[in-house]
Every structure is written in C-alpha cells, then in structure tokens.
Nanobody
C-alpha cells in the first residue's frame, strides 16, 4: 500500500524559509507526477507545485513562482518543497499528492491525484 508522509512544516516569520519533505513508500514506481497542494481554512485546496518524476519538469502556481522550488530525490522516493520569502498568505495545511496520470495540464487539479498525504501545517506570521 502506498503511503505519502509529509514533514517539515512549522511556524516562521514573514520573509523566512521552510523546506517540506514528502516521503513515499510502497508501490510507488508507477507515479508520473508528484504535487504539493495547500488548503487554508475556509478555502479550496489549491495546487502549489508539481514535478514530473520521469524528466523532472516542474510546474508552479503563479502565486509562488520565484519563491518556491519543488525537487525530487528518486533514490529516497522523496519530493521536497523549498519555500523562501514566505508571506502570511502562504499559511495553510500543505499536502503531498501523487498520480499515475500524464495530462500535465491538470497538474493543479486535486481530482487528478490518486494518493494523498496527511498534511503538514505551515504558519507564517507578519
């Protein structure tokens, strides 16, 4: 059974940095894309970034471009999200997700993913 476990969340002041990790275990080698999503209270879950596991192509939401970087370590079955220049509006629960789908135009859509982690909280204070 596939498991995705996030870690690295926490509280930080605006302008600070955090690095999230998502460790995948189980039958993982068929995943084509890994993504990071976030959900703030009262808001819909939104796509933050994604990475094509085969070639390393990355995708970002406009709100995080230039500040966040998604990367992967295939040997460790781990995906990372380096978050710099954090803003209070980045405060949310962050989730890791995985899919075998290959329609990259849908990378930001939660329904495109089949497996999810439990989430890790990120809080940015002003």
């Amino acid at each position: 059974q596939v498991q995705l476990v996030e870690s690295g969340g926490g509280s930080v002041q605006a302008g600070g940095s955090l690095k999230l990790s998502c460790a995948a275990s189980g039958y993982t080698f068929t995943f084509n894309c890994m993504g990071w999503f976030r959900q703030a209270p009262g808001k819909e879950r939104e796509g933050v970034a994604a990475i094509y596991t085969g070639g390393g192509t990355t995708y970002y939401a406009d709100s995080v471009k230039g500040r966040f970087t998604i990367s992967q370590d295939n040997a460790k079955n781990t995906v990372y999200l380096q978050m710099n220049s954090l803003k209070p509006e980045d405060t949310a629960m962050y989730y890791c997700a995985a899919t075998t789908n290959t329609n990259w135009r849908m990378w930001y859509h939660p329904g495109w993913y089949s497996h999810w982690g439990q989430g890790t909280q990120v809080t940015v204070s002003s």
